[in-house]
């Protein structure tokens, strides 16, 4: 997914919950910065980090192969 459009949808969740950055981040058990950096379009961060930002806001991520399915 485009950095800029995860960012979005980050920032989008958040608020739509009523959450603010620092209460998100709580939520998560990660810093303020994280969030900050993530809604600001940040292109590395962990794979744990995010799903664990995520999750509060209830975005589920998904991986597809270029083969599609599982085999």
Known sequence: M??????????????????TQAELAKLAGVGKTVVFDL?????????????????PLNIKLSLEGPLGGSR
Do not use: C, F, M, Y
Request: proline share 3%.
């Open 2 to 19: 485009n950095p800029t459009k995860l960012a979005h949808l980050i920032r989008i969740h958040r608020k739509a919950a009523g959450l």
């Open 39 to 55: 809604e600001h379009g940040k292109q590395s961060v962990r794979l744990d980090t995010l799903i664990a930002v995520l999750k």
